[in-house]
């Protein structure tokens, strides 16, 4: 008998383990993942980010391709340095850069632009000759910290209906996400971007992203699809911009790894920032 009892002691401890392991995530759980990612990277303080950026008309013309990695540091004011190994439009010479963000300013150098006075930096706000219009950086198209503020805000319903086991498997990162958001519907969906797309388009077609979370909460991988326009409303446009004719497609992927890595970002000496009022493209180029 008292074998027994120690039988039935053991099967039911274990029936409790089991079903305590076993409980499945509230969908509260499940949505605060996705929502929380912002706030997990604060944490991490740092990452490595990997990103390819394409931009391309519908109609046809140039495609834009923006590549490289990103050094991260992580807050309330994000602040990162990044080199481009590619800066790459169609019928135009690929060029290399680096650039750097810190605080609200954002600086760019590349040996295939010159200024006037010889200085090898300039910030965003001078005009550059990048060889297309959309190969500018300043975009922001290729910027993680641009595309990742909208998970911060996405609504528990649309983050609890976009778990899934779908998109193609990354080690280390088990959590998937898919989900549209819309425009004008959905408060945290772009647009704006708070960068210059904001100046030159006015609409957006509906983003899908695609998100992967490893086990701490983190970001490894974010992907976003979407299409950028300008639609003239009959009275005309007198802002100053050229406004382009056909719809964009944008293309951006982001993967993240070598979380909490010393990184330092300063910015540039102020004596080898240009005073130009625009750089340019050198003949070689």
């Not at 027994?4 to 409980?23: N, Q």
């Not at 135009?92 to 010889?118: C, F, N, W």
């Not at 890595?261 to 130009?276: C, E, G, K």
Request: aromatic fraction near 8%; glycine fraction near 8%.
């Amino acid at each position: 008998m008292g074998a027994l009892v120690a039988l039935l002691v053991l099967v039911g401890a274990a029936v409790v383990a089991v079903s305590t392991a076993w409980k499945p995530e509230s969908r509260e759980q499940v949505a605060a993942r996705l929502t929380d990612t912002g706030r997990r990277l604060k944490e991490a303080g740092t990452a490595r980010v990997a990103f390819t950026s394409e931009m391309k008309p519908q109609l046809g013309g140039r495609k834009v391709t923006l590549q490289g990695t990103s050094l991260v540091k992580f807050g309330d004011r994000p602040s990162w340095e990044t080199t481009y190994a590619q800066i790459a439009a169609t019928g135009h010479p690929t060029l290399q850069a680096k650039g750097v963000h810190l605080d609200d300013d954002t600086y760019y150098t590349s040996p295939s632009i010159v200024a006037e006075d010889g200085r090898p930096w300039f910030d965003s706000h001078t005009l550059a000759d990048w060889g297309s219009g959309f190969s500018d950086p300043d975009t922001g198209v290729a910027d993680l910290m641009i595309w990742q503020r909208f998970l911060d805000d996405v609504s528990e319903g649309i983050a609890a209906n976009g778990e899934t086991d779908k998109l193609p498997d990354l080690k280390g990162a088990p959590h998937e996400y898919q989900f549209r958001c819309t425009p004008g519907s959905d408060v945290f969906c772009p647009p704006p971007f708070r960068t210059s797309l904001d100046l030159v388009f006015n609409r957006v077609v509906p983003p899908l992203f695609s998100v992967w979370i490893d086990d701490a909460g983190r970001l490894r991988k974010l992907e976003v699809e979407t299409s950028v326009l300008y639609v003239d409303d009959g009275r005309g446009s007198d802002d100053g911009f050229t406004h382009p004719q056909d719809e964009w497609e944008i293309r951006t992927s982001f993967t993240l790894d070598q979380f909490g890595t010393p990184v330092t970002v300063t910015a540039p000496p102020a004596d080898q920032i240009t005073q130009s009022r625009e750089v340019k493209l050198k003949a070689s180029a």
